[in-house]
């Protein structure tokens, strides 16, 4: 009969013999709950907004018929709320509004002009942002799904989707591949979002 051979441990990890081990594990895993415990909580941290963000979505989110956690959802998937963050398509700030998306916003709601820096400022973003999330709606009949496409890829693009294919239902649309359509990382946008903000499909 085979003896069971005892598990190695990396030197580092190795026990002191006799009454001693069950303390020394103690504390092994003990410091391992405490690491994890960190681990989790930096996360969090991470997942929660500061207090002057938070009061500036739930005031723009209110102000222009939104829900609070669909604009928390779309900072969150756009920005990672990082105030400060620029893409590749020069998308600016929380919301990630291109200079473009900007004056556009800034013609159809009747704004004062403002340099596009400012839409590093948390709070003007978010008024510019919440404020084309919400006609984005209004023009999609408040279809959150092809909204939040147009967002990610543009209104322009999703119009013209619907107009050559007017018997495909949204998700049919979203499930589009190809030049001009929608893709995956668009789907996968707009599944972020819903996620994130809690309104999936049941």
């Known amino acids: 009969m085979r003896r069971r051979r005892k598990p190695r441990y990396p030197r580092w990890l190795q ?35 500061p207090a002057a963000i938070a009061e500036e979505i739930e005031e723009n989110a209110d102000g222009h018929g939104l829900p609070v956690a669909l604009v928390r959802a779309v900072i969150r998937t756009e920005s990672g709320g990082d105030p400060n963050a620029l893409s590749s398509a020069n998308a600016r700030g929380l919301m990630q509004i291109t200079p473009i998306t900007h004056r556009e916003v800034i013609q159809r709601f009747d ?20 404020r084309y999330l919400a006609y984005l709606l209004d023009r999609f009949d408040d279809d959150l799904k ?57």
């Open 15 to 49: 026990p002191p013999p006799g009454r001693m081990a069950w303390l020394w594990w103690a504390i092994v895993i003990t410091l391992l709950t405490i690491a994890l415990w960190m681990t989790v909580d930096q996360c969090s941290r991470r997942n929660t907004l």
């Open 111 to 130: 704004l004062p002009d403002a340099d596009d820096e400012q839409l590093y400022d948390p709070s003007y973003n978010i008024d510019i942002g919440t």
């Open 146 to 202: 092809l909204a939040l496409a147009a967002y990610h890829m543009g209104p322009t693009a999703v119009a013209k989707l619907r107009i050559a294919h007017p018997a495909l239902t949204t998700d049919q649309l979203l499930a589009l591949d190809g030049e001009g359509q929608v893709g995956p990382k668009t789907r996968a946008y707009v599944a972020n979002v819903l996620r994130r903000a809690g309104m999936e499909d049941d």
